[in-house]
């Protein structure tokens, strides 16, 4: 299995700062994904990305903004952090065998 | 809106019992995977099924893919309480090479009971 690294594991932030999830891959794999998991909603994609500069939006994207200027790394970055956004960040790769998830980010929003 | 709709959302049994969960939707799906979580980590998968009227058989789990490509289920023989977790069952949109994507379920929390 490709090694996937999240950072932070967790994190409280203020409503209306800027917030940056970083995920990291240890091995060339070209699909990588953010979804958020919250009670009741299960995982929902939030964006992903398919090759180095392509991304493309998930079905919660609002809010949430991606860049991926190397393969090994996806950045998640809430532009104004809202309470709503409080939840756990789950980033996922697609390698040879299927996906692979990371262990996640607790983010809160205070 | 859902596009994968999974059932039960909850499901307490006693150890030895056997159960199924699934997994409907409208849209057909290039593959469905099954995967289980446990609390504070992600996602592991369990399987990925791939051609419309598939079985697969891992222990005491089956799983099994619709002939449509847009249903599955999985049932889990004699469950144990060590088969307690959330399993969340995803399908795959797109195409290979384009802009491929997993969607999910909302999962079922099965708890064993000893």
Request: hydrophobic residues 30%; proline residues 4%; contains cysteine.
């Amino acid at each position: 299995d490709a090694g996937i690294t999240q950072s932070p594991r967790h994190k409280v932030t203020e409503t209306g700062t800027p917030v940056t999830l970083r995920c990291h891959q240890t091995e060339n794999h070209r699909y990588m994904y953010w979804y958020r998991q919250d009670p009741g909603h299960g995982l929902r994609l939030i964006h992903y990305s398919y090759g180095v500069k392509d991304t493309d939006k998930g079905e919660v994207s609002d809010g949430y903004s991606v860049s991926r200027s190397k393969t090994e790394d996806f950045l998640l970055t809430l532009e104004s952090a809202t309470s709503s956004q409080t939840s756990v960040y789950f980033c996922a790769i697609r390698g040879n065998y299927g996906y692979t998830f990371g262990s996640g980010t607790r983010l809160t929003v205070v | 809106t859902q596009l994968l709709e999974q059932s039960p959302q909850f499901l307490s049994i006693q150890e030895g019992e056997n159960l199924t969960v699934y997994c409907n939707s409208s849209s057909v799906f290039s593959s469905l995977q099954w995967y289980r979580q446990e609390p504070g980590e992600g996602p592991v998968l369990l399987v990925t099924v791939v051609t419309g009227g598939e079985v697969k058989k891992l222990k005491r789990l089956t799983f099994q893919f619709g002939d449509a490509r847009k249903d599955s289920s999985l049932h889990i023989t004699a469950a144990q309480p060590g088969d307690t977790g959330l399993y969340l069952c995803a399908g795959l949109l797109g195409t290979q090479g384009g802009s491929e994507k997993l969607v999910f379920g909302k999962g079922t929390k099965l708890t064993v009971n000893p």
